[in-house]
Protein backbone atom coordinates (compact mmCIF):
# COMPACT_ATOMS: atom_id res chain seq x y z
CA UNK A 1 0.00 0.00 0.00
CA UNK A 2 0.94 3.25 -0.74
CA UNK A 3 -1.46 5.75 0.51
CA UNK A 4 0.17 9.20 0.10
CA UNK A 5 -1.65 12.65 1.43
CA UNK A 6 -0.17 16.05 1.92
CA UNK A 7 -3.76 17.43 3.38
CA UNK A 8 -3.86 16.81 6.53
CA UNK A 9 -1.75 15.08 9.24
CA UNK A 10 -4.87 13.18 11.34
CA UNK A 11 -4.59 10.98 8.42
CA UNK A 12 -1.29 10.46 7.85
CA UNK A 13 -1.17 9.04 11.60
CA UNK A 14 -4.23 6.92 11.09
CA UNK A 15 -2.46 5.56 8.01
CA UNK A 16 0.47 4.81 10.61
CA UNK A 17 -1.59 3.30 13.70
CA UNK A 18 -3.68 0.91 11.60
CA UNK A 19 -1.28 -0.41 9.01
CA UNK A 20 2.20 0.02 10.61
CA UNK A 21 4.12 1.50 8.25
CA UNK A 22 5.23 5.08 6.99
CA UNK A 23 4.78 5.34 3.20
CA UNK A 24 7.54 7.13 1.16
CA UNK A 25 8.98 10.35 3.09
CA UNK A 26 10.90 13.51 1.10
CA UNK A 27 12.40 15.27 4.12
CA UNK A 28 11.93 18.18 1.46
CA UNK A 29 8.00 17.91 0.95
CA UNK A 30 7.28 17.98 4.63
CA UNK A 31 7.02 21.85 6.85
CA UNK A 32 9.26 21.10 9.33
CA UNK A 33 6.64 22.07 11.73
CA UNK A 34 5.11 18.67 11.50
CA UNK A 35 8.56 17.35 12.61
CA UNK A 36 8.45 19.54 15.85
CA UNK A 37 4.36 17.86 16.19
CA UNK A 38 4.78 14.38 15.61
CA UNK A 39 7.96 12.62 17.37
CA UNK A 40 7.44 9.14 14.82
CA UNK A 41 7.35 11.04 11.63
CA UNK A 42 10.39 12.77 13.52
CA UNK A 43 12.12 9.95 14.32
CA UNK A 44 11.75 9.00 10.81
CA UNK A 45 12.63 12.10 9.54
CA UNK A 46 16.35 12.06 11.46
CA UNK A 47 17.16 8.65 9.87
CA UNK A 48 16.47 9.52 5.90
CA UNK A 49 20.04 11.58 5.83
CA UNK A 50 19.96 10.10 1.80
CA UNK A 51 17.35 9.91 0.46
CA UNK A 52 18.78 7.62 -2.07
CA UNK A 53 20.65 5.03 0.41
CA UNK A 54 18.59 5.24 3.17
CA UNK A 55 15.32 4.88 2.02
CA UNK A 56 13.91 1.34 2.28
CA UNK A 57 10.82 0.27 0.41
CA UNK A 58 8.18 -2.45 2.12
CA UNK A 59 5.30 -4.11 0.84
CA UNK A 60 2.00 -3.66 3.00
CA UNK A 61 0.81 -7.09 3.08
CA UNK A 62 1.64 -7.75 7.18
CA UNK A 63 -1.80 -6.99 9.39
CA UNK A 64 0.00 -3.68 12.30
CA UNK A 65 -1.19 -6.19 14.95
CA UNK A 66 0.75 -9.39 13.62
CA UNK A 67 3.71 -7.62 13.41
CA UNK A 68 3.27 -4.98 16.13
CA UNK A 69 7.29 -4.07 16.26
CA UNK A 70 7.39 -4.04 12.51
CA UNK A 71 8.42 -0.65 10.57
CA UNK A 72 8.35 -0.33 7.02
CA UNK A 73 9.67 2.88 4.77
CA UNK A 74 9.60 2.75 0.86
CA UNK A 75 10.64 5.43 -1.18
CA UNK A 76 8.01 5.26 -4.14
CA UNK A 77 5.61 7.76 -5.14
CA UNK A 78 3.16 5.20 -6.62
CA UNK A 79 1.89 1.57 -6.21
CA UNK A 80 4.11 0.74 -9.00
CA UNK A 81 7.11 2.91 -9.16
CA UNK A 82 9.36 1.12 -6.40
CA UNK A 83 12.23 -1.87 -6.74
CA UNK A 84 11.11 -4.74 -4.20
CA UNK A 85 15.07 -5.92 -3.74
CA UNK A 86 15.43 -2.41 -1.77
CA UNK A 87 12.77 -3.10 0.91
CA UNK A 88 12.90 -3.84 4.33
CA UNK A 89 11.65 -5.32 7.15
CA UNK A 90 12.58 -4.47 10.50
CA UNK A 91 11.97 -7.79 12.13
CA UNK A 92 12.61 -9.12 15.53
CA UNK A 93 15.97 -10.25 15.37
CA UNK A 94 16.86 -7.96 12.76
CA UNK A 95 16.29 -6.21 9.13
CA UNK A 96 15.60 -8.67 6.61
CA UNK A 97 15.73 -7.24 2.93
CA UNK A 98 12.77 -8.02 1.12
CA UNK A 99 13.33 -9.79 -3.15
CA UNK A 100 11.44 -10.32 -5.87
CA UNK A 101 13.17 -13.40 -6.84
CA UNK A 102 12.06 -16.47 -6.25
CA UNK A 103 15.18 -18.31 -4.91
CA UNK A 104 16.05 -20.83 -1.60
CA UNK A 105 19.10 -20.92 0.06
CA UNK A 106 21.61 -23.24 -1.35
CA UNK A 107 21.94 -26.78 0.68
CA UNK A 108 25.58 -26.87 -0.74
CA UNK A 109 27.53 -24.14 -0.94
CA UNK A 110 30.03 -24.14 -3.44
CA UNK A 111 33.27 -23.83 -1.13
CA UNK A 112 33.38 -25.45 2.04
CA UNK A 113 34.36 -23.80 4.94
CA UNK A 114 38.42 -23.65 5.05
CA UNK A 115 39.88 -24.89 7.98
CA UNK A 116 42.26 -23.44 9.99
CA UNK A 117 45.92 -24.59 9.97
CA UNK A 118 48.96 -23.56 11.37
CA UNK A 119 51.78 -26.53 10.98
CA UNK A 120 51.82 -28.54 8.03
CA UNK A 121 52.48 -32.31 7.27
CA UNK A 122 55.58 -31.89 7.89
CA UNK A 123 55.74 -29.84 11.16
CA UNK A 124 56.87 -26.39 9.73
CA UNK A 125 54.52 -22.98 10.33
CA UNK A 126 53.02 -22.13 7.37
CA UNK A 127 54.09 -18.93 6.32
CA UNK A 128 51.86 -16.41 7.32
CA UNK A 129 49.94 -18.09 9.78
CA UNK A 130 48.30 -16.80 12.44
CA UNK A 131 48.68 -18.16 15.99
CA UNK A 132 49.09 -18.29 19.60
CA UNK A 133 52.66 -18.51 21.01
CA UNK A 134 53.40 -20.91 22.79
CA UNK A 135 56.33 -21.03 24.58
CA UNK A 136 59.31 -23.91 25.54
CA UNK A 137 58.18 -25.07 28.58
CA UNK A 138 53.97 -25.20 27.85
CA UNK A 139 55.19 -26.92 24.95
CA UNK A 140 57.42 -29.83 25.76
CA UNK A 141 54.47 -30.61 28.22
CA UNK A 142 52.24 -30.04 25.49
CA UNK A 143 53.87 -32.95 23.90
CA UNK A 144 54.98 -35.22 26.75
CA UNK A 145 51.44 -34.93 27.83
CA UNK A 146 50.57 -36.53 24.10
CA UNK A 147 53.28 -39.40 24.14
CA UNK A 148 51.79 -40.22 28.02
CA UNK A 149 48.58 -40.44 26.59
CA UNK A 150 49.31 -42.74 23.36
CA UNK A 151 51.30 -45.34 25.47
CA UNK A 152 49.37 -45.21 28.06
CA UNK A 153 46.42 -45.97 25.39
CA UNK A 154 48.57 -48.64 24.06
CA UNK A 155 49.11 -50.32 27.51
CA UNK A 156 45.56 -50.44 28.80
CA UNK A 157 44.57 -51.53 25.31
CA UNK A 158 46.99 -54.70 25.53
CA UNK A 159 45.09 -55.13 29.24
CA UNK A 160 42.36 -55.47 27.67
CA UNK A 161 43.32 -58.21 25.44
CA UNK A 162 44.44 -60.22 28.35
CA UNK A 163 41.49 -60.25 30.63
CA UNK A 164 42.29 -57.83 33.08
CA UNK A 165 40.54 -54.86 31.97
CA UNK A 166 36.83 -55.05 31.30
CA UNK A 167 36.73 -52.87 28.64
CA UNK A 168 39.12 -49.64 27.11
CA UNK A 169 38.67 -46.98 24.50
CA UNK A 170 41.92 -45.02 22.90
CA UNK A 171 42.17 -41.51 21.68
CA UNK A 172 45.08 -42.60 19.10
CA UNK A 173 45.00 -40.15 16.57
CA UNK A 174 43.20 -37.74 18.29
CA UNK A 175 45.80 -36.97 20.81
CA UNK A 176 46.12 -33.19 19.57
CA UNK A 177 42.88 -31.97 20.42
CA UNK A 178 42.66 -33.73 23.60
CA UNK A 179 46.37 -32.12 25.11
CA UNK A 180 46.35 -28.80 23.14
CA UNK A 181 42.53 -27.84 23.75
CA UNK A 182 43.66 -28.68 27.57
CA UNK A 183 46.68 -26.31 27.21
CA UNK A 184 44.66 -22.99 26.57
CA UNK A 185 42.36 -23.53 29.17
CA UNK A 186 43.02 -23.06 33.04
CA UNK A 187 41.92 -25.52 35.96
CA UNK A 188 38.81 -23.26 36.65
CA UNK A 189 37.08 -24.03 33.58
CA UNK A 190 35.00 -26.88 33.87
CA UNK A 191 35.09 -29.75 31.60
CA UNK A 192 32.30 -31.73 30.91
CA UNK A 193 33.33 -34.35 28.57
CA UNK A 194 32.28 -37.11 26.20
CA UNK A 195 34.95 -40.89 26.38
CA UNK A 196 37.67 -39.72 24.88
CA UNK A 197 39.17 -36.84 26.41
CA UNK A 198 41.59 -38.37 29.26
CA UNK A 199 44.16 -36.10 27.91
CA UNK A 200 42.63 -33.11 29.63
CA UNK A 201 42.43 -34.82 33.08
CA UNK A 202 46.04 -36.00 32.31
CA UNK A 203 47.09 -32.43 31.62
CA UNK A 204 45.67 -30.90 34.57
CA UNK A 205 47.41 -33.83 36.92
CA UNK A 206 45.55 -36.71 37.12
CA UNK A 207 48.06 -39.35 38.05
CA UNK A 208 48.57 -42.95 36.01
CA UNK A 209 47.68 -44.25 39.40
CA UNK A 210 43.95 -42.73 39.43
CA UNK A 211 43.70 -43.53 35.73
CA UNK A 212 44.86 -47.37 36.91
CA UNK A 213 42.35 -47.75 39.76
CA UNK A 214 39.85 -46.21 37.49
CA UNK A 215 39.87 -48.78 34.42
CA UNK A 216 40.26 -51.82 37.21
CA UNK A 217 37.42 -50.35 39.88
CA UNK A 218 38.85 -50.77 42.61
CA UNK A 219 38.41 -49.24 46.07
CA UNK A 220 40.42 -46.17 45.19
CA UNK A 221 38.50 -45.48 42.28
CA UNK A 222 36.44 -41.97 43.08
CA UNK A 223 33.52 -43.80 41.09
CA UNK A 224 33.78 -46.77 43.26
CA UNK A 225 33.70 -49.32 41.24
CA UNK A 226 29.93 -48.10 39.43
CA UNK A 227 31.34 -46.66 36.50
CA UNK A 228 32.52 -48.72 33.02
CA UNK A 229 36.49 -48.26 32.55
CA UNK A 230 37.44 -44.88 31.23
CA UNK A 231 34.52 -42.90 32.85
CA UNK A 232 36.46 -41.02 34.90
CA UNK A 233 35.56 -38.37 36.66
CA UNK A 234 36.94 -36.01 39.39
CA UNK A 235 36.21 -32.94 41.40
CA UNK A 236 39.18 -31.92 42.21
CA UNK A 237 40.37 -31.02 38.35
CA UNK A 238 36.85 -29.96 37.72
CA UNK A 239 36.23 -33.19 35.10
CA UNK A 240 32.83 -33.90 35.24
CA UNK A 241 32.00 -37.28 35.68
CA UNK A 242 32.03 -39.36 31.73
CA UNK A 243 28.24 -40.53 30.43
CA UNK A 244 28.13 -43.48 28.00
CA UNK A 245 24.80 -41.95 26.81
CA UNK A 246 25.60 -39.93 23.57
CA UNK A 247 25.67 -35.67 24.15
CA UNK A 248 23.64 -35.98 27.14
CA UNK A 249 26.75 -33.68 28.24
CA UNK A 250 26.34 -30.92 26.04
CA UNK A 251 23.01 -29.47 27.14
CA UNK A 252 24.57 -29.84 30.98
CA UNK A 253 27.83 -27.75 29.65
CA UNK A 254 25.51 -24.58 28.74
CA UNK A 255 23.27 -24.53 31.74
CA UNK A 256 26.86 -24.60 34.29
CA UNK A 257 28.33 -22.05 32.16
CA UNK A 258 25.05 -20.25 32.61
CA UNK A 259 25.47 -20.39 36.23
CA UNK A 260 29.12 -18.96 35.67
CA UNK A 261 27.97 -16.14 33.95
CA UNK A 262 25.55 -15.50 36.62
CA UNK A 263 28.03 -15.92 38.90
CA UNK A 264 30.20 -13.42 36.93
CA UNK A 265 32.91 -16.07 37.32
CA UNK A 266 35.89 -15.86 35.49
CA UNK A 267 35.68 -19.23 33.64
CA UNK A 268 34.53 -20.88 30.86
CA UNK A 269 32.90 -24.34 29.85
CA UNK A 270 34.38 -26.29 27.64
CA UNK A 271 32.09 -29.52 26.06
CA UNK A 272 33.97 -32.53 23.84
CA UNK A 273 31.54 -34.65 21.35
CA UNK A 274 32.03 -36.66 18.36
CA UNK A 275 30.08 -35.97 14.78
CA UNK A 276 27.53 -38.75 15.91
CA UNK A 277 26.70 -36.63 18.85
CA UNK A 278 25.61 -33.64 16.90
CA UNK A 279 22.99 -35.91 15.52
CA UNK A 280 21.35 -36.10 18.85
CA UNK A 281 18.25 -33.16 20.01
CA UNK A 282 20.54 -32.59 22.95
CA UNK A 283 23.04 -31.11 20.71
CA UNK A 284 20.71 -28.73 18.89
CA UNK A 285 18.96 -28.26 22.05
CA UNK A 286 21.95 -26.93 23.85
CA UNK A 287 23.27 -24.67 20.76
CA UNK A 288 20.18 -23.06 20.92
CA UNK A 289 20.13 -22.07 24.97
CA UNK A 290 23.77 -20.87 24.65
CA UNK A 291 23.21 -18.90 22.24
CA UNK A 292 20.17 -17.63 23.21
CA UNK A 293 21.52 -16.68 26.97
CA UNK A 294 24.87 -15.70 25.75
CA UNK A 295 26.52 -19.06 27.83
CA UNK A 296 29.86 -19.15 27.61
CA UNK A 297 30.80 -22.62 26.58
CA UNK A 298 33.06 -23.78 24.22
CA UNK A 299 31.97 -26.77 22.20
CA UNK A 300 34.61 -28.68 20.49
CA UNK A 301 33.48 -31.50 18.09
CA UNK A 302 35.43 -34.13 17.25
CA UNK A 303 34.80 -34.93 13.97
CA UNK A 304 36.48 -37.95 13.21
CA UNK A 305 34.65 -39.24 10.52
CA UNK A 306 33.17 -42.10 12.05
CA UNK A 307 30.07 -42.53 14.69
CA UNK A 308 31.40 -45.87 15.46
CA UNK A 309 30.32 -47.59 12.19
CA UNK A 310 28.58 -44.69 10.38
CA UNK A 311 30.26 -42.15 8.42
CA UNK A 312 29.72 -38.79 8.63
CA UNK A 313 28.33 -39.11 4.74
CA UNK A 314 25.31 -40.98 6.57
CA UNK A 315 25.25 -38.46 9.52
CA UNK A 316 24.57 -35.37 7.70
CA UNK A 317 24.40 -33.60 4.00
CA UNK A 318 25.40 -30.28 5.70
CA UNK A 319 29.24 -28.84 5.26
CA UNK A 320 30.43 -30.92 8.57
CA UNK A 321 29.42 -29.23 11.69
CA UNK A 322 31.09 -25.61 12.24
CA UNK A 323 27.64 -24.50 9.73
CA UNK A 324 25.23 -25.90 12.49
CA UNK A 325 26.95 -23.22 14.62
CA UNK A 326 26.86 -20.27 12.15
CA UNK A 327 22.47 -21.31 12.12
CA UNK A 328 22.38 -21.15 15.45
CA UNK A 329 23.78 -17.92 15.60
CA UNK A 330 26.83 -19.01 17.28
CA UNK A 331 30.84 -17.80 16.29
CA UNK A 332 32.09 -21.12 14.36
CA UNK A 333 35.60 -21.94 13.26
CA UNK A 334 36.58 -25.19 11.86
CA UNK A 335 40.36 -26.31 12.91
CA UNK A 336 42.73 -28.78 11.53
CA UNK A 337 42.15 -31.61 14.52
CA UNK A 338 45.91 -32.79 14.08
CA UNK A 339 47.28 -29.78 14.36
CA UNK A 340 48.59 -28.98 17.95
CA UNK A 341 49.27 -25.23 17.57
CA UNK A 342 46.32 -24.63 15.85
CA UNK A 343 43.90 -26.27 18.40
CA UNK A 344 45.67 -24.18 20.60
CA UNK A 345 45.30 -21.25 19.26
CA UNK A 346 41.56 -21.83 18.33
CA UNK A 347 40.87 -22.71 22.16
CA UNK A 348 43.17 -20.16 23.58
CA UNK A 349 41.50 -17.48 21.53
CA UNK A 350 37.58 -18.81 21.88
CA UNK A 351 38.23 -19.27 25.86
CA UNK A 352 39.12 -15.15 26.03
CA UNK A 353 35.35 -14.55 23.82
CA UNK A 354 33.54 -16.76 25.59
CA UNK A 355 34.92 -15.17 29.25
CA UNK A 356 35.37 -11.35 27.74
CA UNK A 357 31.68 -11.50 25.81
CA UNK A 358 29.89 -13.81 27.49
CA UNK A 359 29.01 -15.73 24.33
CA UNK A 360 29.54 -19.41 22.92
CA UNK A 361 31.50 -20.25 20.34
CA UNK A 362 31.76 -23.87 18.60
CA UNK A 363 35.42 -25.74 17.18
CA UNK A 364 34.78 -28.28 14.70
CA UNK A 365 38.22 -30.09 14.82
CA UNK A 366 38.70 -32.13 11.83
CA UNK A 367 40.48 -35.17 12.58
CA UNK A 368 40.62 -39.54 12.24
CA UNK A 369 40.13 -42.24 14.94
CA UNK A 370 42.66 -44.41 14.14
CA UNK A 371 41.82 -46.94 16.87
CA UNK A 372 38.33 -49.34 16.67
CA UNK A 373 36.06 -47.04 18.59
CA UNK A 374 36.54 -49.34 21.79
CA UNK A 375 37.71 -52.95 22.64
CA UNK A 376 34.53 -54.36 21.34
CA UNK A 377 34.62 -52.75 17.53
CA UNK A 378 36.75 -54.70 14.90
CA UNK A 379 36.63 -50.83 12.41
CA UNK A 380 38.37 -52.94 9.51
CA UNK A 381 34.74 -54.35 8.54
CA UNK A 382 33.78 -50.99 7.74
CA UNK A 383 36.73 -48.93 6.74
CA UNK A 384 39.71 -49.64 4.71
CA UNK A 385 42.98 -51.04 6.90
CA UNK A 386 45.01 -48.98 4.28
CA UNK A 387 43.20 -45.68 5.12
CA UNK A 388 43.69 -46.56 8.74
CA UNK A 389 47.11 -46.83 7.97
CA UNK A 390 47.69 -43.83 5.84
CA UNK A 391 46.24 -41.39 8.94
CA UNK A 392 48.50 -43.23 11.57
CA UNK A 393 51.47 -42.50 9.17
CA UNK A 394 51.22 -39.36 7.42
CA UNK A 395 48.67 -37.75 9.34
CA UNK A 396 49.94 -38.85 13.05
CA UNK A 397 49.43 -35.48 15.32
CA UNK A 398 52.25 -36.83 17.65
CA UNK A 399 54.81 -36.95 15.21
CA UNK A 400 54.30 -33.33 13.59
CA UNK A 401 54.34 -31.59 16.50
CA UNK A 402 57.60 -33.59 17.71
CA UNK A 403 59.02 -32.14 14.60
CA UNK A 404 58.23 -28.72 15.30
CA UNK A 405 59.98 -28.93 19.12
CA UNK A 406 63.06 -30.27 17.24
CA UNK A 407 63.01 -27.58 14.60
CA UNK A 408 63.01 -25.49 17.82
CA UNK A 409 65.79 -27.53 19.18
CA UNK A 410 63.91 -27.97 22.19
CA UNK A 411 63.51 -32.04 21.98
CA UNK A 412 65.98 -35.07 20.41
CA UNK A 413 66.39 -38.17 19.72
CA UNK A 414 67.78 -39.20 23.55
CA UNK A 415 65.17 -37.25 25.57
CA UNK A 416 62.35 -39.12 23.19
CA UNK A 417 63.48 -43.07 24.31
CA UNK A 418 63.83 -41.63 27.64
CA UNK A 419 60.40 -40.24 28.23
CA UNK A 420 59.10 -43.36 26.78
CA UNK A 421 60.67 -45.99 28.66
CA UNK A 422 60.24 -43.93 31.83
CA UNK A 423 56.14 -44.14 31.07
CA UNK A 424 56.31 -47.52 30.17
CA UNK A 425 57.66 -48.56 33.50
CA UNK A 426 55.02 -45.78 35.28
CA UNK A 427 52.19 -48.06 33.85
CA UNK A 428 52.73 -51.29 34.36
CA UNK A 429 53.49 -49.96 37.89
CA UNK A 430 50.00 -48.19 38.20
CA UNK A 431 48.36 -51.65 36.51
CA UNK A 432 50.02 -54.06 38.93
CA UNK A 433 49.48 -51.90 42.02
CA UNK A 434 45.53 -51.11 40.41
CA UNK A 435 45.11 -55.02 40.33
CA UNK A 436 46.06 -55.69 44.27
CA UNK A 437 43.70 -52.96 45.36
CA UNK A 438 40.88 -54.99 47.03
CA UNK A 439 37.38 -53.63 45.12
CA UNK A 440 34.17 -51.40 46.69
CA UNK A 441 32.29 -53.30 49.11
CA UNK A 442 28.84 -54.44 48.21
CA UNK A 443 26.92 -51.73 50.09
CA UNK A 444 28.53 -49.62 47.82
CA UNK A 445 26.65 -50.11 45.03
CA UNK A 446 23.23 -48.27 46.76
CA UNK A 447 24.99 -45.24 48.27
CA UNK A 448 25.49 -41.87 47.12
CA UNK A 449 22.02 -41.41 45.30
CA UNK A 450 19.43 -41.18 48.87
CA UNK A 451 21.01 -39.63 52.43
CA UNK A 452 18.38 -42.27 53.66
CA UNK A 453 18.10 -45.21 51.20
CA UNK A 454 14.34 -45.94 50.27
CA UNK A 455 12.96 -49.58 51.48
CA UNK A 456 13.12 -51.06 47.86
CA UNK A 457 16.77 -50.16 47.62
CA UNK A 458 17.08 -52.07 51.47
CA UNK A 459 15.22 -54.81 50.25
CA UNK A 460 17.80 -55.11 46.92
CA UNK A 461 20.42 -55.09 48.77
CA UNK A 462 19.42 -57.56 51.38
CA UNK A 463 18.38 -59.99 48.31
CA UNK A 464 21.71 -59.57 46.63
CA UNK A 465 23.71 -60.36 49.69
CA UNK A 466 21.14 -63.72 50.37
CA UNK A 467 22.09 -64.50 46.56
CA UNK A 468 25.64 -64.36 46.60
CA UNK A 469 25.69 -66.77 49.47
CA UNK A 470 23.92 -69.00 47.75
CA UNK A 471 25.82 -68.69 44.59
CA UNK A 472 29.12 -67.87 45.95
CA UNK A 473 30.94 -69.35 42.85
CA UNK A 474 29.32 -67.38 40.86
CA UNK A 475 30.37 -64.15 42.41
CA UNK A 476 34.00 -62.45 41.89
CA UNK A 477 35.68 -63.71 45.34
CA UNK A 478 37.74 -60.49 46.31
CA UNK A 479 34.81 -58.26 46.32
CA UNK A 480 33.89 -58.01 50.30
CA UNK A 481 30.39 -58.59 51.40
Known amino acids: MALWTRKSVNVVNHVV????????????SWPHSFYRKHPISDACARNLKNPVTDFVNTPAHFPFRRFESTKAETQSDTLHDFDANQQVLDFPGGKVTFSSELRFISGSPEERVHCYRVLDDNGQIITGSTYVQVNKEVALKMYSDMVTLQMMDTIFYEAQRQGRVSFYLTTVGEEAINIASAAALTIDDLIFPQYREPGVLLWR??????????????????GKGRQMPIHYGSNKHNYFTVSSTIATQIPHAVGAAYSLKMDKRDACVVTYFGDGGTSEGDFHAALNFAAVRDAPVIFICRNNGWAI??????????????????????????????????????VHTARNIAIREHRPILIEALTYRVGHHSTSDDSTKYRPAEEIEWWRLARDPVTRFRKWIESNDWWNAEVESELRNSVRKQMLQAIQVAEKVEKPPIADVFTDVYDVPPSNLVEQEKLLRETIKRYPKDYPSDVPV
Open 17 to 28: SRVGFLGMINQS
Open 205 to 222: GFTLQEFANQCFGNKADY
Open 309 to 346: STPTSDQFRSDGVVVRGQAYGIRSIRVDGNDALALYSA
